[in-house]
C-alpha cells in the first residue's frame, strides 16, 4: 500500500516506517538464527563454526544476485508509475530471464569450486568437510533463493510491502520447522540446515507466484512480453549490476575477515558467527532506520520539499545516535546470555569472545546509525558516487584492520574492523550529506499540500551496514478538499 511520507511531524513518519521494515529485517535474520541454534546445539561447536565459514562465500556470490534482482525490480516500478502495464510485463519478462540465467550459472558452477574457495580463505581442516557439504547444497538451491527475491522485489515495485513479509515469515516458520526435523531426527547434519532453508524459500516462491496468478492479473505475461530486446537486457543490467556489486564489495571485506579468523583458529570462527547473529539484531533496527529515511528524503524530494528532508535527517540521525547507544547497551549487557543459546554450556572461551565482540561492536552502533541514515539520505537524493564510494572506503578499512590488527592483537584487532569501517565511512559522509543539506536550503519550497507521489522500496540483504536497495516514485491518487469543502470548515 502506497504510503506518504510529505506530511506530519518527520522524526514520527521516519520512525513508523521503519517499524515495518524492522520487522521484515528481523524476519530474515531468524532463518540465521534457527540454522545457528539447532546446527550449534544438536552438532556441537564445530559445526557451528563450519555453517559460520560459509557465510562470508555464500555473501559474495549470493549477495551480488540479491542485488541484480534488486536492480531488476526497478525498471517495474518506473513502468507501473507511469500506469504502462505492457511495460511492467516486458520488465518482468526480462527480469525472469536474467535471474534464470543467473540462478544456472550459480546452481552449475559454484558447487564445481566450493571447496578450493573455502580452502583459499584458509578454512581449518577439521571444518573444511561440512563447510564444504552445506555451500554445496546452498548453492545448488540458489534458483530458489534468487526467485524468491525477485519475485518479493516485483511485488513490492507495485506498491505491495505486506505480503512479501508474509511470504517471508511462513517461510521462516517452515524452516524452523524443518531444520529441528533434519538435523534432529533424521540426522542429516549440516546438510539437514541447508536442505530446510532451500525447501523453505522454493515454497515461498510457489507462494508468490499462486499470489500473483490469484491476485495481480496485471503481472500475467504474454506471449509478446517474452520477446525482449538488447536494449531491455541492457537497461536491467545496467541497474542491477552496480548493486550486485556494491553487495560483492562489502562481502569481499567479510570474505578479509574470515581468513583473519581461520588463522586463528576454530573458536575465533565459532565466536564471531555466534556474536554476528546477535550482533545483526542491533543492525536490524539501524538499517530500517536508513532505509525509511531514503524513502523519506525520495518522496519529499519528488513533492518539492527539501525543508522536510532538512528537518526529518537531522531528526533521524539523532534517532540513529539515541538508538545505536541504547541497542549498545543492551547488546553489552545481555550479549552473554544470548551467546549461550546458541551453543549452550561447556563453550566458555567461544562465548567469551563473542561478547568481547558484541562490546566493540556496542561502542560504535552510534557510528553504524549515523552511516545508513546519511547514506539513505543521499541515496534518496539521487546520489550514486558518494554512497558506492564510503563501500569502497568500508573494504578498505575491513580489510586494513582485521589484517594488521588481527595480526598484532588476535581476535580482539579482528573485532575492531567493524567500528573502524564505520567510522571510515562517516569521514567522508558527513561532509558530502553537509553539502547537500547546504543545497537543499537553496531550494524553493512548494506549498504545503499533499503530494501526488508515494515512494517504493525495492528491499534486498543486509549484511554489516550495506542495505542493498532503490527508490523510485509511483503516482498515487490525491483526494483534494472541494471547495465546497472549504466553505464548510469557514
Known sequence: MATSLTTGRPWRVILAFSVPLLLGNVVQQLYQFVDAIVVGRHLGVDSLAAVGATGPLLFLLLGFAWGLTSGF??????????????????SVATGVLLTGATSVVLTVVAPLISAPLLALLQTPGELMDEAT????????????????????????????????????????????????????????????AAIATVVAQAVSVLLCL????????????????????RADL?????????????????????????????TIGAEAVAAYTTGARVDSLGV????????????????????????????????????????????????????????????????????RLAHLMLII?????????????????????????????????????RVAAAVVLGA????????????????GAIVLLVPAYVRAHRSLARMPVAPIEATETSAIAIVGPVDGSMVVDAVVTQPVRVVKPSPLARLRRR
Open 210 to 229: 499462486e499470489f500473483v496468478r490469484r491476485r495481480l492479473p496485471m503481472l500475467h505475461l504474454r506471449r509478446a512480453d517474452w520477446r525482449v530486446t
Open 408 to 423: 598484532m592483537m588476535g581476535f580482539p584487532g579482528v573485532a575492531l574492523s567493524n567500528p573502524l569501517a564505520w567510522v
Open 284 to 351: 536490524a533496527f539501524l538499517s530500517s532506520l536508513g532505509l525509511a529515511v531514503s524513502m523519506y528524503a525520495a518522496q519529499n524530494l519528488g513533492g518539492r520539499r527539501p525543508d522536510r528532508i532538512r528537518r526529518g535527517v537531522v531528526e533521524a540521525t539523532w534517532m540513529a545516535v539515541a538508538g545505536g547507544a541504547a541497542i549498545g547497551i543492551l547488546i553489552i549487557a545481555f550479549g552473554a546470555p544470548m551467546v549461550r543459546l546458541f551453543i549452550g554450556e561447556g563453550s566458555d572461551e567461544v562465548v
Open 361 to 397: 561492536n556496542g561502542c560504535g552502533y552510534w557510528a553504524l546509525g549515523v552511516l545508513f541514515v546519511l547514506r539513505g539520505a543521499l541515496q534518496g537524493l539521487g546520489h550514486t558516487l558518494v554512497p558506492t564510494v564510503t563501500g569502497v572506503i568500508e573494504l578498505v578499512a
Open 234 to 262: 541492457a537497461e536491467h543490467l545496467r541497474l542491477g549490476l552496480p548493486m550486485g556489486f556494491q553487495a560483492s564489495i562489502i562481502a569481499i571485506g567479510t570474505l578479509t575477515v574470515q581468513v583473519a579468523l581461520n
Open 73 to 90: 525490480a526497478i525498471p517495474i516500478a518506473q513502468a507501473f508509475g507511469a500506469r504502462d502495464d505492457a511495460a511492467v510485463r516486458r
Open 133 to 192: 557439504v552445506f555451500t554445496q547444497i546452498s548453492f545448488i538451491g540458489a534458483g530458489a533463493t534468487m526467485f524468491f527475491n525477485y519475485l518479493s522485489a516485483i511485488i513490492r515495485a507495485i506498491g505491495d510491502s505486506r505480503t512479501p513479509l508474509v511470504f517471508l515469515t511462513v517461510s521462516c516458520a517452515l524452516n524452523a520447522g524443518l531444520v529441528i526435523l533434519m538435523v534432529g531426527p533424521l540426522g542429516w547434519g549440516v546438510a539437514g
